[in-house]
């Protein structure tokens, strides 16, 4: 099958809708036989026109970032409340010390590639969505800050969370599908509801 | 008084966390006695120590990026559902066409400044927290990426919601006093569950 069931594409223009509530991400990396997933609080939207793009914070210290550098991809997902467990490993253990070749196997995390792509970092299964990323080279910033900035070149969403370039109205989703949201230290808040605004006027 | 009641003082090394759940933020900014206020989701903590950063995304259509060009300095505010609606209307309506020299003002959107502190951008009353931030200067990705960095200078938070550097547990905090994260189209979801995530080990 090309997508796991309930995946859907995504246009990319639609994809900054994914990062917009502020959710924290997995981002996944692969290079020379190497596969690797972290956890990252510190990301946003960048731009949705002409070019979609993201940026994210990504330490010196993770061995994600090497294989970011060396491949020039990487991957982000929204996890949902059914893999809180997951993402919080993820974001404890360095895979650097990984029993194997990729992370998220010697955790037992599953994860799936699209059909037709290769070399591609895995996608994590549970989440909300994903976009894949060509890194946007900029060594000043990624240097001083450790700021990574990528153009979407690709997305996917779980229909029963995420369809016709949007999320579905927050009660519709299972809470099991809803994103988290790091407070830190593994605790994480869960939308609940939602309000829509009226703008005024000026006086 | 020196601060509004519930008010208190942050540590800039603790203000990440009020970033940390990705909530929309106010930006405001302060020039030449003019005064103006934008919403913002895409914006992230950028580090925590041992200088605490922010970035921020400013379009160069708002009239808020000159007023921070010329200042050097802007403050970020994570606003609250009590606020919501005065929230889309500051993200609706520009300052540029505000009949007056504070668009907090010509909108009856009530607003603070610590005492002490002088030509400091307004604090829009009625958000879970306040970061007052320098600009760092970054000319090339803040007109290739529309992309703004600042220093954490100061900080401060509403007690009834964020305490002791961090956020209380959700059900503790009065649904008024939730942060809103923005779907598009003045449309929010607000933290309604926490949850606190198991690390697991390697298989």
Chains 1, 2 share one sequence.
């Not at 409340?81 to 998220?104: C, E, F, M, V």
């Not at 591609?120 to 240097?143: D, F, K, M, Q």
Request: glycine share 10%; with cysteine; charged share 15%.
């Amino acid at each position: 099958v090309p997508l796991p069931q309930h995946i859907q594409t995504v246009d990319p223009a639609h994809a900054w809708r994914l990062l917009n509530t502020g959710a924290t991400v997995l981002v996944s990396a692969t290079h020379g036989g190497r596969s690797n997933v972290m956890a990252a609080a510190w990301n946003m939207a960048l731009d949705y026109a002409p070019v979609p793009k993201v940026a994210v914070v990504i330490d010196k210290s993770t061995f994600t970032r090497g294989l970011i550098e060396s491949s020039g991809r990487f991957a982000l997902g929204a996890p949902t409340q059914g893999i809180a467990d997951a993402t919080y490993t993820l974001g404890s253990l360095s895979g650097r010390d990984a029993p194997g070749a990729n992370k998220l196997d010697a955790l037992g995390i599953n994860w799936f590639v699209p059909e037709g792509l290769h070399d591609t970092p895995p996608l994590v299964a549970g989440c909300a969505g994903w976009l894949l990323c060509e890194r946007i080279a900029e060594p000043h910033i990624e240097s001083t800050y450790d700021l990574f900035l990528g153009r979407i070149c690709a997305a996917w969403a779980d229909e029963r969370a995420f369809i016709n370039g949007k999320f579905k109205p927050i009660e519709q989703i299972p809470p099991a599908l809803r994103t988290i949201h790091h407070l830190g230290g593994g605790e994480f808040v869960v939308p609940g509801a939602q309000v829509k605004a009226q703008s005024g006027g000026w006086k």
